[in-house]
């Protein structure tokens, strides 16, 4: 079962529950029209292309993108020098840009509560296993680059 503990996972139920929601909130409460429509598609465009450039890059350093499995590299170039964690980062902003384009704004409540559970249950064991392979240079990677942005 642990195949089924992943972000990917987490995430798909996010999405799930969000158009669930969109499903059953009555027209009158749904705010939209382009703008949200605009900026809906912006952000999910936006956290796939930080995913893609995340998996790419770790690709080129050759280390797992699998967060139960050990880092071979501590990768820290490319987009990774600007956010620790790009590939959670992109699917924040999916999940926040599928609230919007779907006109459910209640929906955004999901955010935060989907990226506490992503930190507690993948950011912070992977960020340990790393702080005890990588010592120093993990060390110094947290001082100059943020978690989330």
């Known amino acids: 079962m642990k195949w089924i503990d992943i972000p990917p996972v987490w995430l798909l139920l996010a999405v799930v529950f969000t158009w ?6 009555p027209d009158a409460w749904r705010l939209g029209g ?10 999910v ?7 893609v ?12 993108i699998i967060p139960h499995l050990e880092a071979d590299q501590l990768v820290t170039t490319g987009i990774f020098s600007r956010s620790r964690n790009p590939i959670y980062l992109g699917d ?23 990226v506490g559970t992503i930190t507690q249950r993948f ?9 005890v392979k990588f ?10 680059t943020r978690r989330w942005l």
Do not use: H, S
């Not at 669930?20 to 909130?25: E, G, R, V």
């Not at 382009?34 to 952000?43: A, F, R, S, T, Y």
């Open 20 to 25: 669930w929601i969109a499903q059953l909130q």
């Open 34 to 43: 382009p703008v949200m429509q605009l900026l809906g598609g912006l952000l």
């Open 45 to 51: 465009g936006g956290g796939v292309v930080l995913i």
């Open 53 to 64: 450039l995340a998996a790419i890059e770790m690709r080129k350093q050759r280390t797992t």
């Open 92 to 114: 924040a902003l999916v999940l926040a840009g599928l609230a919007l384009r779907w006109e459910v704004p209640i929906a955004l409540l999901l955010v935060p509560l989907f």
């Open 123 to 131: 950011i912070i064991p992977e960020e340990n296993r790393l702080r």
């Open 135 to 144: 010592r120093a240079d993990f060390a110094r990677y947290c001082k100059k």
